[in-house]
C-alpha cells in the first residue's frame, strides 16, 4: 500500500493569464502504517497535494502511483481509487445531506456498490470506531454539535475501508477540548486499524506529539521531510516561511543559549520537563 | 458606571416543534454580571458552547436579555429608542470573514457603516482611508475582498467597525477561521486599535495565546462566569482551565508542571522569556539543584 | 480559483466611456436599442453603425471583447435570418426545392441581422466599461421615482449586489462540496438523466445549508452595522451628473435627431 508522486507539477488556470503554480516538482513516498503530518499555511499547496493524492486532479505534469499502478492511464479505475485513497476535507460537517447520521455515512459504501447488508455493517463499524453512541445513529446529523458532526463525517469516509486515510484539517475551528478529542479518536484509529493517516494541518504544534514524519509545504514544494524532532531543528527557517514549531522547541533552545546542559529535541510537555530537571540536578 | 455593564443578564433559547410547541429550553447566559471600563483589552474565555457568543450578542443589541439587563455607555439596550446608538457605540466583529463582507470592493464595504449612519460623502472618504490604514489595509482599498487572504479579511471587517468610530468594540472569535499568520495579523491589528486609539476591545476567543495581553480575562462555562482577573492569575489555575475544556499556553503548562515537581517557580509564568529567566535564577542560586537531589 | 470569474463582463481600462455615469450609459443603450428599431434605411443604419463604432473607439476596449458576445446569440441569429429570408413573401429571387428567397426576404434577413448585431454589440458597451457595483446604483438611481408606486427600488439594488458578492463564493463552494461527494464515490457525470437529477441531491442539500447559514450571518453582520433600509443613507459613491454627462446626453439626442431625420 504506498503512494509514489513523481516529479509532479500543478499549474491552476494554465492556459490563462493568471496561471499559478501550486504543485512544484514533488517527489514523495508515502504508505505503509505511516502516521505522517503535511503542514504549510494556507496557500502552500497542501490542499492541491491531497487532491493529486485520490485523482480529483491530475498533475499538470509528473505522475501518482497508487500500489505501483500509474492512476493518471486512461484506463485506470479511478473510483475504486477514492475508496482505497479515503480524503476527508475541511469542514467535513457542511457536507452532511442526509436525514440520519446512519444514511449518511452509508452513501459512501453503498456508491461503492456494495451489497445492503455490506453497507450496513461498514456504516455501524465506521460509526463506532469515530466513538458516535447507537443513540445518535438516527437523529438528524445537524442536531449534533460541531465535533459530532465532525466525527460522522469522518465516519463517512471510513466506511468506505480506505487503506489510506488523509484528512485536511480536521481541528479546524474546534475548540481545545474537541481538537484534542478528535486527534485522540485519530490516533486510536490509527493503532487498531493500522492504516496510513495523512493529517494536514497548519498547526506544527497540533500534530507533533501524533506523527511519527513531517512533510512541509511552501509555495508548492516539500521543503523539509523527516521526524518530526529533525523537522523542528530547522525552526527559524520554520519561523521565516511563517510556520511556528512547537513551543517547546523554542523554550529548550533557549535554554541551551543560556547554558543549560538540555537535549532541544524536547516536544513534548513531558519531555522538556525531564530534560529540564535532569539539566538542574547536574547543576 | 463602565462603558458595558451587564447586570444579572440571562438569556434563554427556546426550542420549538414543528406546531410551535416549546421543545426546550436552553438558558445560554445565566446570571452574568460585568463592568466593563472604557479602554480596557478585555478578553471573553469558554468553550464552543459555553455561551460566550451569546453574551457578546448582547453588548451590540442583536440579543435582548431574558432576564436583567445589558447598558452601553449607560443606555439600556433594550429601550428600542436607543439601539442604533448603542450598535454605533460598540462594533462587532464576527468569526467568518466571508459572511460579513457586503461591498464588492474594500472600500466600499468600509463605507457601508458610516453610509447607514448618515455621515456626509466627504467625511465617509475620510473614515474609510483612516480606517484602513489604522489596520493596514489602505493599499488593498480598490482590491475585491474574494480576493484577500482569512486575515485580511478580518482586517477589512474591524476596519468597516472603525469607520462607525465605536468606543468599543467586540469581536466575536475573529481568529477561529484562520492559519497562524492571520491570526496573529488581527491580534496585532486589535492590540493597536486599543493601545494607539483607546478603544475599549472585547475578545472573544478559545486560543489561550490571544489572552495574554489582555487586561481582564472572564472564562465562561454553561452560561456563567466562573473566574475572572488578569491572565496571569487565570492560568495559574491549569486544572480548573483543563476541567472548563480551556489550553493554557505550552510554556505556562511546563511550568506549572515543573513547579508541581517541586521546583520553586511563581504562578502563572505567560512568556517563554519569564520561564527561561526564572529557570536561570534557580540555577544561580542552586535551590533547583537542592529539591532534585533532595528528591 | 473560481473566485477569479468576474461577473457581467467589466473590461478593467481608462477611457471616457468608463467614467462616465452609469445613468448616462443605461439610458442611452435603451434609446440606442430604441433607435435601432426606429430607423428602416440604409442611411439610418449607417448612422446608427457609425454611432456605435465611435463608442467602441472611445471605449478603449479591444474589439475581440466586444464580438465574444455574440458568440451566443450566433444560433439565434442564424435562425432569424433563416426564417426571414425564406419566409416573406414576395418577388421571387431564388427557389430551391420548396424553399424560396424573395427579394424582400433578403432586405428583411439582412436588416434583423444587423439590428441584433448592433444590439448584443450596444449593449456590451455598457457591460464591458461599467462595474456590475456601478450598474446597480445607476439603475437604484434611474429606478427611484417607482418608489411612489411602492416598488422597493432600494432592496431591490441592495439584493442585486449581495447576489453579486456572493456568487462567487457559492461558486466556489460548490465545487469544493462536490468535490467531497466524489471523494466518497459519488459520481455526478454518467447514468440516465433521472439518476443525474438523483446525484444532485448531495450536493444541493448542503448547499442551501450553506447558503442560509451565510444569509443569516450577513443580515446580522448588516444589522450590527446599523443597517436600516434605504431611508436617510448617504453615498459613499454619489452619483453626480458632471460636465462629460451632460455632454453625452446632448450627443444622444442628437443622435436620436438624426436617425428621426434620416431614417
Known amino acids: ?283 | 458606571m463602565g462603558i458595558i455593564k451587564a447586570i444579572n443578564l440571562a438569556f434563554e433559547y427556546i426550542r420549538r416543534d414543528e406546531e410551535g410547541n416549546v421543545e426546550g429550553i436552553l438558558r445560554a447566559v445565566d446570571g452574568v454580571n460585568l463592568d466593563i471600563e472604557q479602554g480596557d483589552f478585555i478578553a471573553i474565555l469558554g468553550h464552543n458552547g459555553s455561551g460566550k457568543s451569546t453574551l457578546a450578542k448582547h453588548f451590540n443589541a442583536l440579543l435582548h436579555p431574558t432576564e436583567g439587563s445589558v447598558w452601553v455607555e449607560g443606555k439600556d439596550t433594550a429601550d428600542a429608542a436607543s439601539v442604533w446608538d448603542i450598535r454605533q457605540t460598540a462594533g462587532m466583529v464576527f468569526q467568518n470573514p466571508d459572511n460579513q463582507i457586503i461591498g464588492q470592493v474594500v472600500e466600499e464595504d468600509v463605507g457601508f457603516g458610516p453610509e447607514n449612519l448618515s455621515v456626509p460623502t466627504e467625511q465617509i472618504w475620510e473614515r474609510v482611508e483612516e480606517s484602513l490604514k489604522a489596520v493596514g489595509m489602505y493599499k488593498f482599498r480598490k482590491h475585491s475582498p474574494n480576493k484577500l487572504s482569512g486575515g485580511q479579511k478580518q482586517r477589512v471587517s474591524i476596519a468597516g467597525v472603525i469607520a462607525m468610530h465605536p468606543r468599543c468594540i467586540i469581536l466575536d472569535e475573529p481568529t477561529a477561521m484562520l492559519d497562524p499568520n492571520g491570526r496573529k495579523e488581527v491580534i496585532r491589528a486589535v492590540r493597536a486599535l486599543n493601545q494607539a486609539e483607546g478603544i475599549t476591545v472585547i475578545l472573544i476567543t478559545h486560543y489561550m495565546e490571544e489572552v495574554v495581553y489582555a487586561d481582564k480575562v472572564y472564562v465562561m462555562d454553561d452560561g456563567k462566569v466562573v473566574m475572572q482577573g488578569e491572565p496571569r492569575t487565570i492560568f495559574s489555575q491549569v486544572e480548573e482551565l483543563r476541567r472548563l475544556r480551556l489550553d493554557v499556553p505550552q510554556v505556562t503548562e511546563l511550568a506549572y508542571e515543573l513547579k508541581k515537581s517541586g521546583l520553586p517557580l511563581p504562578d502563572g509564568i505567560l512568556t517563554i522569556d519569564e520561564l527561561v529567566e526564572e529557570l536561570k535564577k534557580l540555577k544561580c542560586s542552586g535551590t533547583g539543584v537542592d529539591y532534585v537531589i533532595d528528591s | 480559483m473560481l473566485r477569479d470569474i468576474t461577473l457581467g463582463q467589466y473590461y478593467q481600462t481608462e477611457s471616457v466611456i468608463h467614467r462616465l455615469d452609469p445613468r448616462v450609459k443605461l439610458v442611452a443603450t435603451i434609446c440606442y436599442i430604441l433607435s435601432l428599431f426606429l430607423v428602416d434605411s440604409v442611411w439610418g443604419y449607417l448612422a446608427a453603425g457609425l454611432f456605435l463604432a465611435v463608442m467602441i473607439r472611445l471605449s478603449h476596449v479591444p474589439f475581440k471583447f466586444m464580438v465574444k458576445g455574440m458568440k451566443a446569440i450566433i444560433l439565434l441569429l442564424a435562425l432569424t435570418v433563416a426564417f426571414n429570408l425564406f419566409l416573406t413573401p414576395g418577388e421571387p429571387l431564388v427557389s430551391v426545392w420548396k424553399l424560396t428567397i424573395t427579394k424582400e426576404g433578403v432586405r428583411v434577413a439582412v436588416m434583423m441581422a444587423v439590428r441584433l448585431t448592433f444590439l448584443i454589440i450596444g449593449s456590451s458597451v455598457m457591460t464591458l466599461t461599467t462595474t456590475p457595483n456601478n450598474l446597480t446604483d445607476g439603475m437604484e438611481k434611474l429606478m427611484k421615482p417607482l418608489r411612489k408606486i411602492r416598488v422597493p427600488v432600494h432592496e431591490i439594488a441592495m439584493m442585486m449586489s449581495i447576489a453579486l458578492r456572493f456568487i462567487p463564493i457559492l461558486l466556489e463552494e460548490t465545487d469544493k462540496i462536490m468535490k467531497a461527494q466524489i471523494a466518497r464515490g459519488a459520481d455526478f457525470e454518467s447514468g440516465s438523466i433521472l439518476k443525474k437529477a438523483r446525484a444532485l441531491v448531495p450536493l444541493l442539500v448542503p448547499l442551501f445549508i450553506s447558503a442560509f447559514r451565510r444569509a443569516n450571518d450577513l443580515a446580522m453582520a448588516m444589522e450590527a452595522r446599523c443597517y436600516r433600509g434605504g431611508d436617510n443613507r448617504t453615498k459613499m459613491k454619489p452619483l453626480i451628473y458632471q460636465r462629460r454627462d451632460r455632454l453625452a446626453y446632448i450627443v444622444l439626442a442628437l443622435y436620436l435627431v438624426g436617425c428621426f431625420v434620416i431614417g
Open chain 1, 1 to 283: 500500500m504506498s503512494l509514489i508522486l513523481d516529479h509532479v507539477n500543478y499549474i491552476y488556470g494554465e492556459d490563462t493569464s493568471m496561471a499559478v503554480a501550486a504543485l512544484r516538482d514533488v517527489n514523495l513516498v508515502m504508505g505503509d502504517g505511516e502516521f505522517i503530518g503535511l503542514i504549510g499555511h494556507t496557500g502552500s499547496g497542501k490542499s492541491t497535494l491531497v487532491q493529486q493524492l485520490n485523482g480529483l486532479l491530475a498533475p499538470t505534469s509528473g505522475s501518482v502511483y497508487f500500489n505501483g499502478n500509474d492512476i493518471g492511464d486512461k484506463d485506470y479505475n479511478r473510483k475504486e481509487l477514492r475508496s482505497k485513497v479515503g480524503l476527508v476535507f475541511q469542514y467535513p460537517e457542511h457536507q452532511l445531506f442526509e436525514v440520519t447520521v446512519f444514511e449518511d455515512v452509508c452513501f459512501g459504501p453503498k456508491n461503492l456498490g456494495l451489497s445492503p447488508k455490506e453497507v450496513e455493517l461498514r456504516a455501524y463499524e465506521a460509526l463506532k470506531q469515530v466513538g458516535i453512541s447507537d443513540e445518535q445513529f438516527y437523529q438528524s446529523p445537524f442536531e449534533l454539535s460541531g465535533g459530532q458532526k465532525r466525527r460522522v463525517a469522518i465516519a463517512g469516509v471510513l466506511a468506505m475501508k480506505p487503506d489510506i486515510l488523509i484528512l485536511d484539517e480536521p481541528t479546524a475551528g474546534l475548540d481545545p477540548k474537541g481538537r484534542d478529542e478528535i486527534l485522540g479518536q485519530i490516533r486510536k484509529l490509527k493503532e487498531e486499524t493500522g492504516m496510513t493517516i495523512i493529517l494536514v494541518s497548519h498547526s506544527m504544534e497540533d500534530v507533533a506529539e501524533y506523527v511519527d514524519r513531517i512533510i512541509v509545504m511552501n509555495q508548492g514544494s516539500v521543503i523539509f521531510d523527516g521526524l518530526p524532532r529533525e523537522v523542528f531543528r530547522h525552526y527559524d527557517e520554520l519561523e521565516k516561511i511563517g510556520l511556528a514549531a512547537p513551543q517547546m522547541t523554542y523554550v529548550m533552545n533557549r535554554l541551551q543559549q543560556e547554558g543549560f546542559s538540555v537535549n532541544a529535541d524536547a516536544i513534548t510537555i513531558e519531555e522538556a520537563k525531564q530534560e529540564i530537571l535532569k539539566s538542574l540536578k547536574r547543576g
